[in-house]
């Protein structure tokens, strides 16, 4: 069995952990203007998913007023 790990994300090269998925995905608006890199690449996101092995990541960006992931993978 593997430790599961907190999911977090990259403002502005600063990690910022959250306790589940949800609550990081509640803050994403907010996150997402608040990252320099905004109109760039997209906020970088790091996660465990349940029964897999590894970290996944996402790039989310506002698109239509909408948090929406715009690249995702195994990293």
Excluded: A, H
Excluded at 7 to 30: A, D, I, M, Q, S
Excluded at 45 to 66: A, T
């Amino acid at each position: 069995m593997t430790k599961r790990w907190k999911p977090g994300c990259y403002v502005n090269e600063e990690w910022r952990e959250f306790k589940t998925y949800r609550e990081l995905k509640k803050k994403l608006p907010e996150l997402i203007k608040e990252d320099e890199d905004y109109e760039g690449e997209g906020l970088f996101v790091l996660r465990s998913k349940r029964g897999k092995w590894g970290e996944w990541f996402e790039r989310w960006k506002i698109v239509n007023n909408k948090p929406t992931i715009v690249r995702q993978g195994w990293s």
